[in-house]
Structure formats: C-alpha cells, structure tokens
C-alpha cells in the first residue's frame, strides 16, 4: 500500500512561515480526504486540517487563521501553509488519507478514522 510522503519540515523562528508537502498522487481528489496532523513530544496526534474530495476545508482549532491546506490541480501533492509559526507548533506533521468523500465534520479530527499515515516530518519553532 503506498503511503503519502511528507517534506519541507525545518527550524523556523517564532513569528516564521514554513510550508509542508504531501506526495499523494495515489490518493486521487474524487475518492480520498487528506488531512495533516501532528504529535508533540509527549503528547497525542492532534487534528491540523483536513481537505475533502470537493476541495471543502477543516482546521483544528489551534491553527485557524494561521494554516493553510491546499492541493495542486492533479492532487498529486497536498500543502500545509503555517504563518505566524508559534513555539507551540512544534512537532513531528503526519499525512493522512481516508477514503471517504465527505470528512468536514469536526468528528473528521479524531485520529481513529484515518488509516494511513505517512512517516511524517519534524518542524522545530524556537522563540
């Protein structure tokens, strides 16, 4: 089973912008949601945002107002813009997909209903 490949994680400062990547190009916009999520050290995976196969969004949140999930045309990559990078945002930042064509309900962000991660991509925010 192929699985989303993440990149672009890094050190950023406080106040920075990062953007992240999702390899998915077998996980096609009419049949599959993607979403982002993260784990800090010590803590569980938390929701980030979520895009759905109309292209609709859903955000944790922590994060609104200030991430961005976006998708190119071909849905052969998923993109996760963070500005206003906080000290808080860091941790490691997991593709997922599901194969489901409605995933905008906040019920979306529960980790349970995804079934395959990518091996995720660390991002450090120091102050």
């Known amino acids: 089973e192929e699985r989303p490949v993440e990149s672009g994680g890094g050190s950023v400062l406080a106040g920075g912008s990062l953007t992240l990547s999702c390899a998915a190009s077998?996980?096609?916009?009419?049949?599959?949601?993607m979403g982002w999520w993260r784990q800090a050290p010590g803590k569980e995976r938390e929701g980030v945002a979520v895009i759905s196969t109309a292209g609709g969004t859903l955000y944790g949140d922590s994060v609104k107002g200030r991430f961005t999930i976006s998708q190119d045309d071909a849905r052969n990559t998923v993109y996760l813009q963070m500005n206003n990078l906080k000290a808080e945002d860091t941790a490691k930042y997991y593709c997922a997909a599901v194969g489901a064509l409605v995933c905008l309900s906040t019920d979306w962000l529960t980790e349970n209903r995804w079934h395959i991660w990518g091996q995720g991509t660390h991002v450090t925010v120091s102050s």
């Open positions: 077998a996980y096609s916009a009419s049949r599959w949601c």
